[in-house]
């Protein structure tokens, strides 16, 4: 297991460079540059020699690379264009606000997600199966940013049963804020792991152990609420790390939609001041989120499941 | 001698198929032990889940009174007091019969949870249970997980677990044909002698009839969903009269005399229960085959005495 | 595959399977709108999409305007058939474009070298790693946002999800004994690809894509509603709800006839996805569910 670990650490390390290397060929390759982007066509030939100074921008790609990746190795993601601040501390500075908000969302899928699934498969093909099936697609299908215009719209602007906008102070204060944002962006993985976990509880009631489990006189409660969902929540939970990275991503239409500070709002700010070092820090910090996500993910999996353990 | 258990007519019938059991009558003395042999598809296995009431949605007909309930009407409250306790089942794969994430310790403890003892109590009973049926050190092992046990050492904590309760009645599907040579010998050895220990009785389900011979005192022999030959295990393996049970016999390696290259197997195919005309399930296999074979199916009559056959070469003989 | 293809083959029997269900015909419906708008979208309107005029800003749905107009006056209901042309296209050109390349990439990591199939693969996983709207967020940062940016980034984000998925089933193919005899038998693995791997790889990459149309319709949206697709005054759905949302306190029926459209196809492509994956191939039902 361990071998696996450090296997796994190696890959997402790989990963991360490779990405920090695509992240900096995008300047040079893409035709525009962030000079530019950043100053205006009206700079002057000197303005943008020091500003490309400055951010490293006049030494050669490998340089370049090296720099970047020796700086995250420090802690270090750049510098604002503007400000001159840290990204690191940029960051630092929003990420509970989207940590809190993907977190809320993936406990309204988990909580009532998987529930659902369990509740449809104990009563596959009835009506009630059939209906709640039909919801979780469409909640699967439906786009994020539009459950978050439209829930902002109904329950917000017209039932004003919600504050519309801004992250609140308190906790009690934070938690009302949080919850229509949450909904809007955990809706999807909801649906989605009501029918991954409503499949999985199917196929596992149908297996020969279970049918033992019942021969041995285990209570019917023990054998669907232990025995098969301890199993059914398997698949879940290797989603769960693709799940978390997923709605951090989707957050960045909740905190626009709803005005909250977050990693979505800082790059999507970042993105009218031309400021590109902290776009590139967002995107890159995201990445390791989704690589840390998904390997305790895996480990979860693991510990879960006594099989998978046996297996590597 | 009372019977622990009495199956009358009972039929089973899986959904969009034809009968798979149609229409088997036995009875069981306490502390009896019976052997059903049979070919695959004969219903033997369909039997057991049948009298478990594991069959899920199947229908399932007759009657089967086991100690005054009739497990086939019974409630499932009923069944769940039952199973576990006066009745209890070990299956055929064992890698199967334990749920892969829990160790055997949760298993154990989740079957005996009608028992008023403590946790500890029920702890100590499940590693007696253990050590009583050959594993060694059961203290440390119970709390392994299922996949850390050979297939043998798994199917006796199968065992163990269904004797755990000294139900009335074992029912055994096929407990050996997962297992390799070695260790099916092993399991019979064992069963045999539990047999001396353990008071209830035994329905036994396999194809195999050494497993039969060496633990059952009467034998059934199924084909086509009914039961075409019965009687004492030694008479009828030794001398079996149903055309089926000798040819069925007479493909078992151990009663071949002469050393052939060729096993003998019995030409045909099990019968197809859904083109199944009237008469005789064997007739189209069978080489003593007369007239009525094809037309109307011969019932189940004594042969000799306490054995029974369905076959009208040997009704006209008798 | 092969057997489920005589099915595609007889089309009054297909279309009678598509209606037999609620979900199919609710799908069938919304999808003829779809495409009918699209294709007629200057017939069925009497309007401009980009006219602009100031007297009529903001107006209430009327029998003038069924869904009422924006802050410039645009006809909502004729921004909204002509934002079905953009979502069609999109959809359509690039689950077909990330299809292609995407099989292309995931068979040569199948059959090639191993150092070819893990650099693709190291490359894939780490675009699957990136956030989609963050990275296009910073590629709309250096380059501007437009039309065939958009369209490339998505290409960019789709590539190595089908990439994966055609590598997987390569590897199978590739190892099932019918293979195995022809390259005993001494086929070039040129020959391989082409007769045997493309016809048994298309058909199921075929249902995946169509299954992906909703949310490569969702991502071209998404992006336009934060301004990063395509350029303001184009009608597309993602720009009326931008309009909708800017407005939303006051009219509401722009952020509602910007959604509408987007949440009726979405749902109809998934349903209908759906039902054609448990039909054509169930097998497939693991891999994507």
């Known amino acids: ?312 | 001698m009372s019977a622990v258990l009495n199956v009358q007519d009972l039929r089973v019938t899986y959904p969009g198929a034809q009968p798979a059991v149609r229409g088997v009558s036995f009875a069981i003395a306490r502390g009896e032990a019976v052997g059903i042999i049979g070919e695959s598809g004969s219903g033997k296995s369909s039997v057991l889940l049948a009298l478990m009431r594991l069959l899920g949605d199947a229908a399932v007909g007759g009657s089967a009174h086991f100690n005054g309930d009739d497990l086939v009407a019974a409630s499932e409250e009923c069944l769940r007091a039952l199973r576990g306790d006066r009745l209890t089942m070990v299956f055929q794969d064992p890698q199967t019969s334990f749920s892969p994430v829990f160790p055997l310790s949760t298993q154990f403890l989740a079957a005996l949870h009608r028992r008023a003892e403590s946790r500890d109590a029920k702890l100590r009973l499940a590693v007696e249970a253990l050590r009583g049926v050959g594993i060694a050190e059961p203290e440390r092992r119970i709390r392994d997980y299922p996949h850390a046990f050979s297939g043998g050492m798994l199917q006796r904590a199968a065992i163990a677990l269904a004797l755990m309760s000294s139900p009335d009645l074992l029912i055994a599907d096929e407990p050996t044909t997962a297992l390799d040579a070695t260790t099916e010998a092993q399991i019979i050895a064992l069963l045999r002698d539990l047999r001396q220990r353990y008071s209830g009785a035994v329905l036994i389900v396999s194809h195999q009839p050494n497993l039969i011979a060496a633990l059952c005192d009467r034998v059934m022999v199924m084909y086509g969903g009914v039961i075409v030959e019965e009687g004492p295990t030694a008479q009828v393996l030794k001398d079996p009269r149903h055309p089926y049970t000798r040819r069925l016999l007479a493909c078992e390696p151990a009663h071949i005399e002469t050393v052939t290259r060729h096993l003998p197997t019995i030409p045909g195919r099990p019968p197809d229960l859904s083109l199944l005309q009237a008469g005789c399930a064997f007739a189209e296999r069978c080489l003593q085959k007369v007239d009525g074979c094809t037309i109307v199916e011969p019932q189940l009559l004594p042969v000799a005495e306490a054995r029974r056959a369905r076959c009208y070469a040997l009704q006209s003989l008798a | 595959m092969s057997a489920a293809m005589p099915a595609l083959a007889a089309p009054r029997r297909w279309v009678a399977w598509c209606l037999s269900t609620p979900a199919g015909r609710f799908s069938a419906i919304v999808l003829v709108i779809f495409a009918a708008s699209a294709l007629l979208a200057p017939w069925l309107t009497p309007y401009d999409p980009n006219h602009i005029s100031v007297y009529e800003r903001l107006a209430s749905p009327s029998w003038q305007h069924w869904l009422g107009t924006d802050q410039i006056g645009r006809d909502m209901l004729t921004r909204v058939l002509y934002g079905a042309r953009v979502a069609l296209a999109i959809s359509v050109g690039c689950t077909s474009v990330s299809l292609i390349l995407g099989v292309a990439f995931g068979a040569l990591a199948g059959v090639g070298p191993r150092v070819l199939d893990a650099a693709l693969m190291l490359l894939f996983d780490t675009i699957n790693s990136l956030p989609t709207v963050l990275l296009a967020l910073a590629i709309m940062t250096l380059i501007g946002s437009s039309l065939p940016t958009l369209m490339g980034l998505i290409v960019l984000f789709y590539v190595p999800y089908f990439g994966r998925i055609a590598r997987g089933q390569t590897r199978v193919l590739v190892e099932a004994p019918f293979i195995e005899a022809e390259r005993m038998l001494g086929a070039s693995t040129w020959r391989i690809l082409r007769d045997h791997l493309m016809p048994n790889l298309l058909g199921p990459m075929a249902i995946i894509a169509s299954m992906e149309m909703p949310s490569v319709i969702s991502l071209e949206a998404g992006l336009s509603f934060l301004g990063l697709g395509v350029r303001a005054p184009t009608a597309t759905w993602g720009n009326i709800l931008q309009d909708g949302y800017i407005f939303i306190r006051d009219t509401p029926w722009i952020a509602i006839a910007g959604g509408v459209p987007l949440v009726l196809t979405t749902l109809a492509f998934t349903f209908l996805g759906e039902m054609l994956r448990d039909r054509l191939d169930p097998k497939l039902r693991k891999e994507v569910t």
Not at chain 1, 94 to 101: E, G, Q
Not at chain 1, 104 to 121: E, M, Y
Not at chain 1, 265 to 283: H, K, Q, S
Request: aromatic residues 10%; hydrophobic residues 55%.
């Open chain 1, 1 to 312: 297991m361990a071998v696996y670990i450090l296997k796994r650490l190696g890959l997402a390390a790989i990963i991360l460079i490779v990405a920090s290397i695509i992240l900096i060929a995008m300047l040079h390759v893409i035709p525009g540059d962030p000079v530019s982007a950043a100053l205006g066509p009206r700079a002057t030939a000197q303005i943008r020699a020091e500003f490309a100074h400055r951010m490293g921008l006049d030494r050669s790609f490998p340089v370049q690379v090296g720099k970047f990746l020796w700086g995250v190795l420090h802690g270090d993601l750049g510098y604002d264009v503007w400000t001159g601040r840290s990204v690191t501390a940029l960051i630092g500075d929003v990420l509970p606000y989207t940590a809190a908000l993907a977190t809320a969302a993936l406990l309204w899928a988990i909580g009532i997600g998987v529930p659902l699934g369990c509740w449809t498969a104990l009563r596959p093909g009835s009506t009630a199966d059939r209906i709640l099936g039909a919801i979780s697609v469409a909640f699967i299908a439906i786009p994020a940013f539009v459950v978050s215009v439209y829930s902002l719209l109904i329950f917000a602007v017209q039932l004003h049963w919600f504050p519309a906008m801004g992250a609140g102070e308190g906790f009690g204060d934070v938690l009302w804020h949080l919850f229509l944002p949450s909904l809007a962006v955990g809706l999807g993985w909801m649906g989605y792991l009501a029918r991954l976990v409503r499949s999985a509880m199917m196929e596992v009631l149908r297996e020969d152990h279970i049918r033992a489990a019942r021969a041995y006189g285990v209570p019917e409660r023990v054998i669907v609420w232990r025995y098969a969902l301890r199993l059914a929540v398997i698949p879940a939970v290797t989603v769960l790390g693709l799940a978390l990275s997923s709605l951090i991503a989707s957050s960045v239409f909740a905190e626009i939609v709803f005005n909250r500070p977050g990693l979505g709002r800082l790059a999507y700010d970042a993105v009218e001041t031309r400021n590109y070092p902290v776009i590139m820090g967002t995107v890159f910090f995201t990445c390791f989120l989704y690589l840390v996500c998904t390997l305790a993910a895996d480990i979860a999996v693991m510990l879960l499941d006594p099989r998978a353990r046996r297996s590597l």
